[in-house]
């Protein structure tokens, strides 16, 4: 009764998944929750085996097989003839990347909401992949972030320890759960792995379309306007809060051409949607992610605060013959990356008077 239960349980599921037994990685974990985010795999059972028989019968599958086959569902990615990449990227694709590649915009569409032909979906669908999956592919395949030997060359020597921090590495942990387990047990741990590493995937879609994507047009329209709130070019107001404008800034300062002329050194923005609230004056980094600013607020301002930092402005006016910076100042960080003031105002005279430091 059970085995026929089973196998009326197969009939009414989804198509059939396969992949291989044994250690599993990063890669095929994610591959596998990522089909299964598509209503037609939603509920597909899977196959761990590595028998060419059984996988036969499968009707997708990942990681394992030899072979590549788009029309036929087969995304191995291990035989020596492989060399795919994901469009305008250098990276060899594992079979996570492979999964997205061909499944990456109707997934997206699929959990958005969004048109399968909205712009926003070819944007999300590169940034997912830039942000996320590419990592995931370098790492399966043994490519390192950087050239290992550029890096050797340079003298570089890491400053600690993260490579047990990594989510590849993280996924690979569930393996060591259970070492004393059968294959059912081994099958238990994967499905564990695959909805830990695929919720993370879900996480970073949810942000990048509910937060990323609609700040795009935000920041597109505040670099446009930044020569009306001052002629330089140099700053820029964003009206709203927690609104992420650095990499949008970095993309739209390259389509610009990228020149001296094109980049903004200050962002102004609120600290919340409040009708009263605070007001930021952040630097703009050198590039994404760095922590050294194009031209962070001076020296003199750094890491005082409020009736201080009011009187070291004050006094500057007087020394300079400047226009006076509102009073309500409240902080200035002690890298000089960040300043606050009560007012937007008081932000931007902030950055006016950087500007000219």
Request: net charge negative; hydrophobic share 35%.
């Amino acid at each position: 009764m059970a085995e026929e239960n089973a196998a009326k349980k197969l009939k009414t599921a989804g198509p059939l998944i396969g992949t291989h037994n044994g250690h599993f990685h990063a890669d095929e974990a994610l591959a596998v929750y990522l089909l299964r985010l598509l209503p037609v795999y939603r509920d597909s059972p899977l196959v761990r085996t590595r028998d060419p028989a059984r996988l036969a019968e499968c009707h997708t599958v990942v990681d394992v097989g030899g072979e590549y086959d788009p029309a036929r569902n087969r995304f191995d990615h291990h035989q020596r003839s492989f060399s795919t990449t994901f469009p305008n990227h250098n990276t060899k694709l594992s079979s996570a990347g492979l999964v997205f590649m061909h499944f990456g915009r109707a997934i997206i569409a699929q959990h958005t909401s969004l048109p399968l032909d909205d712009p926003g979906v070819d944007l999300l669908y590169e940034k997912l992949y830039s942000d996320f999956i590419e990592a995931l592919d370098a790492n399966d395949n043994g490519i390192s972030v950087y050239d290992p030997a550029a890096v050797s060359a340079a003298g570089l020597e890491k400053r600690f320890k993260d490579t047990g921090i990594t989510l590849s590495s993280l996924v690979g942990d569930f393996n060591f759960a259970d070492q004393n387990g059968g294959q059912q047990d081994e099958d238990a741990l994967f499905e564990q792995a695959s909805k830990f590493i695929g919720e993370v995937f879900l996480r970073k879609l949810r942000d990048a379309s509910s937060s990323w994507l609609p700040a795009r047009s935000k920041v597109g329209a505040a670099y446009e306007a930044r020569k009306a709130v001052h002629p330089s070019g140099k700053i820029m107001v964003i009206e709203q809060s927690r609104v992420p404008w650095k990499e949008h800034l970095f993309n739209f300062e390259k389509e610009a051409g990228g020149g001296p002329e094109q980049q903004v050194y200050y962002v102004i923005y609120p600290e919340s949607a409040d009708e009263n609230s605070k007001w930021r004056v952040q630097c703009v980094p050198v590039a994404e992610g760095s922590f050294e600013s194009r031209k962070p607020l001076p020296e003199r301002w750094r890491g005082e605060r409020d009736e201080n930092l009011d009187k070291i402005l004050a006094d500057e006016s007087v020394q300079a013959g400047s226009p006076s910076v509102p009073s309500g100042a409240i902080f200035v960080h002690a890298t000089g990356f960040i300043g606050g003031h009560q007012t937007r105002e008081g932000a931007l005279a902030m950055a006016v008077r950087s500007l000219e430091a």
